[in-house]
């Protein structure tokens, strides 16, 4: 589990940040997907480069935590933004370049959001 310091270090909560902040609330399907795929960028490399699953694992502690501090820090009628990226990163699979779906779990990342469920459950034991 990551500290809430580590996940506002983190590229992925960085990178939701700062997208967020440049889509000043539009929710432009093409922006959406841009700010989708920056967040899920390091899994995404790491898979191409041929990780451990446990090493992808870790990736997708780093992005939904981001995800889950960032959802957590922002008031509920400011969400709409975050909630289209989330839907956006949940409509694609990562392949690899020989056409493998990357699985963790047994579950298809990012489709079947492996690690979600255990990363929201550690943020509201620790209070997030």
Known sequence: MLSTTEIHNSFEYKTLQTRLAALGGSTS???????????????????????????????????????IQFAAETPHEKQDALIEVMKAIRRTDLVAGDLTTARVWGIRV???????????????DKGA
Do not use: H
Request: charged letters at 20%; hydrophobic letters at 50%.
């Open 29 to 67: 399907s093409a922006d959406i997907l841009a700010a989708a795929r920056a967040v899920t960028k390091p899994a995404a490399n790491n898979f191409q480069a041929g990780c451990e699953e446990g090493d992808l694992e870790q990736c997708l502690w780093r992005a939904w935590g981001a995800i």
């Open 110 to 124: 990012w489709r079947g959001a492996p690690v979600f469920g255990a990363c929201l459950r550690e943020s509201w």
